[in-house]
């Protein structure tokens, strides 16, 4: 070819445009994540669909056109693909949401819980649950969960107070279950199921946007679908192998299937994307055909990468030091503290030397997903990765183990009473103002913030600040921590009173 088809310099080719040029970084790179989304680069997706979408590319970006259905009254070809998922599923009915799994617990939410009527929810619940109450006008009851002390990672909702919870409250008309959490601990559901059957007038939500893989990998928690709740979500994007921003609302209990897709009408895009929504088609069919050995066979790789890293030496293992029960062995979080090193130094190292990125770094560990995206060979790079890092660190005269033995305390919020003076939708349409952290004690903070990822609230709406709570986000924001929920410069809206 001629010099006049050379490849352009990225940093020439995207002048003016930051977002692309940081894109092309990551996506033209030989970089290996242990992150979202599931399909890794297109190597998770159904061959056909990533050929198609390689080859097509923009012109896939269609609208309605006639022959295309409308997602907003789906009877045609969008009515087939989510009555196809649903059967895969074996639901009642599959919702195809494209506005992320949050847009499904909202609409759920919308749906099922009736104003000024408790829902009851764990208090590690995602921060969609909490904006979900300012459209439903539900009054929030939250449940506490256990916390690992050593690792700062939620266990799952406390099943003794939540049934006490339960027993003592006599409004509510909907409850929300989070299984499993951001690390693959999975609920109690034995004992939730058994006490939502003593209150046949709630509704029963679940959150399994971390879980889509669940019904087919066969080791780990089981998926909540076997216990049958009303309506569950899967975030479909980040195990499996449809593009980022797609999941499915899944209507188990046929009556609620009139409620759920008003409330989606209500939420989602009148325009939806067709490439989102033919990404979650083409995710169901791999799963059909050839997906399931697929997703077994990424359990088993979760395994032998946990077992290799056992081997390596020097690092802990989550999942062998904490009392929280079953967990989804493609959640691996380790820390390699015993060798030196932060979460943040091992992430670090790991991206800037071996072009490997996880999903999520604290002081204190590090976590990475195995997906549907993910093969024996990536688990070999990661492997060899973390040896060389022991070997280094073993070598080195002057290594101790670092001074964070254990999780800050700034991650553990959750396993305290969560006490709230006012509703998320009170709190919404209250004034407000915008105040420093260091002027917000005492004050009623007017929405959420939470640490991203997992997008989990450390201060909830309508919830009365003190000391402790702004000693936390102060901490967590000088680490370089992401809080959503949070002005520039720091600042906190907070109720006027």
């Known amino acids: 070819m001629g010099s006049g088809s050379e490849s352009v310099p990225e940093n020439d080719l995207f002048e003016g445009a930051p ?18 989304p599931g399909h890794q680069r297109g190597k998770g997706m159904w061959a056909p669909f990533e050929r198609f979408l390689r080859e097509a590319g923009p012109a896939m970006d269609l609208t ?23 059967r895969l599923y074996g639901t009642s009915a599959a919702f195809f949401l494209i506005n992320g799994a949050s847009v499904g617990l909202m609409a759920a939410v919308l749906a099922m819980n009736a104003p000024g009527k408790t829902l009851w929810l764990p208090a590690d619940a995602h921060v969609s649950l909490h904006h979900a109450m300012v459209l439903s006008g539900g009054r929030p009851a939250y449940a506490p969960v256990r916390t690992d002390p050593v690792w700062g990672v939620s266990l799952g909702v406390d099943a003794r107070a939540w049934e006490r919870m339960l027993d003592g409250g006599a409004d509510g008309d909907l409850a929300v279950t989070v299984h499993p959490g951001y690390h693959g601990v999975g609920a109690p559901l034995d004992r939730l199921a058994a006490s939502l059957k003593k209150r046949p007038g709630t509704a029963w939500l679940v959150d399994e946007a971390h879980g889509a893989h669940l019904p087919f990998t066969g080791v780990g928690p089981k998926s909540a679908l076997t216990y049958v709740p009303d309506a569950l979500v899967h975030g479909t994007h980040k195990t499996l192998g449809s593009l980022t921003q797609t999941a499915l609302l899944h209507c188990v209990n046929p009556a609620w299937s009139g409620r759920l897709g008003e409330a989606l009408r209500l939420l989602q895009s009148s325009s939806p994307s067709y490439m989102l929504m033919a990404s979650l088609e083409a995710m169901g069919r791999y799963i059909e055909t050839e997906g399931r050995e697929k997703l077994q066979e990424m359990a088993s790789l979760a395994s032998e990468t946990a077992q290799g890293i056992r081997d390596i030496g020097g690092y802990r293992l989550f999942q062998d030091e904490a009392d929280a029960g079953e967990t989804d062995p493609c959640k691996i979080t380790f820390s390699a503290a015993e060798l030196g090193l932060s979460g943040h130094d091992l992430a670090g190292i790991l991206r800037e030397r071996y072009e490997i990125d996880v999903e999520m770094d604290t002081d204190f560990y590090v976590l990475c997903m195995l997906t549907i995206g993910h093969g024996s060979g990536d688990v070999r790079r990661l492997l060899s990765a973390l040896r060389q890092i022991a070997r280094d660190r073993a070598g080195s005269a002057s290594v101790k183990p670092a001074s964070v033995k254990s999780a800050p305390d700034s991650l553990i919020r959750q396993s305290a009473a969560v006490t709230v003076e006012r509703t998320p939708r009170e709190v919404f349409f209250s004034e407000r103002e915008a105040v420093g952290l260091t002027q917000a004690r005492g004050r009623l903070a007017a929405g959420a913030v939470a640490v991203y990822p997992p997008g989990t609230p450390l201060i909830f709406p309508g919830q009365r600040l003190n000391g402790g709570d702004i000693e936390r986000l102060v901490e967590i924001r000088g680490k370089g921590g992401v809080l959503t929920g949070l002005l520039s410069g720091g600042r906190i809206q907070v109720c006027r009173e």
Do not use: I, V
């Open 19 to 36: 977002l692309l040029a940081a894109l092309a970084g990551k996506a033209g790179s030989g970089r290996l994540g242990f992150h979202m």
């Open 64 to 86: 309605e056109l006639p022959g295309l259905d409308s997602l907003m009254a789906p009877e045609g070809c969008l009515r087939d693909a989510q009555e196809r998922m649903a």
